[in-house]
């Protein structure tokens, strides 16, 4: 039988292929993103990461003994994504005081912390797979689809990195060891919330590339 994270991946090759295919990430590849555009994603992106903080911090408490050093270096890691941030938002003019989440960016988070504080570790951590298996595979397009130098490079470099590979495979391998010999009914819960993180992910690019504002309908 094959591990958990591939039958996971298998099942959702639509998802993945709709996911990989978005505009914001082929024309990022291109160099045809506006700059606009990929800096409305830098601003909801920084917003995700701060929140995503929390998120993990929930699954450390929640986590096995044995798994506390990596989640520990996981909030160490999404600490020096913010700074990524912070330097390129420097560079580039984007302004990241006082941000608001857009409608996707908020629903998203409260997706995040729900299943953190009202799931069990695993499903919790099956999130945490999606969203960064999510990543590595979007920007590893772009990187693969690259024409000529990006001023976002910084950014593709980051989660195309040997050592996020390296992150993202550990997730992968962990994932399969906790999820061995569950019931159908809780395999079919971390289905489901593999792929809503995954369609989540989607509407994120989506949010980014139609910029999208909550709708004005008073103070």
Known sequence: ???FHEQLL?????????ILHHPFLQETASGK?????????????????????????VLLAKSPENLRTNFIQILSGLDQELGLFRKNAQAHGV???????????????????????NCSFLEGFTV??????VYLDSWMEVKKKLKGKSPWEEFINNWTSQGFQQYVDWLAVTLDDLAENLPLRQIE???ELFQTTGRYEYLFWEM??????WPALGK
Not at 10 to 18: C, F, Q, R, V
């Open 1 to 3: 039988m094959r591990p």
């Open 10 to 18: 298998s099942e959702s090759k639509e998802l993945w292929g709709a």
């Open 33 to 57: 993103i506006s700059a606009h555009t990929f800096k409305t994603w830098m601003q909801q992106d920084f917003i995700f990461v701060q929140e995503a903080i929390p998120f993990v911090a």
């Open 95 to 117: 302004n990241l005081d006082n941000l608001k989440a857009a409608p996707t960016c908020h629903s998203y988070l409260q997706f995040l912390m729900s299943t953190a504080y």
């Open 128 to 133: 945490l797979y999606s969203a960064e298996k």
């Open 189 to 191: 819960k971390l289905r």
């Open 208 to 213: 980014a590339y139609r910029e999208e504002k």
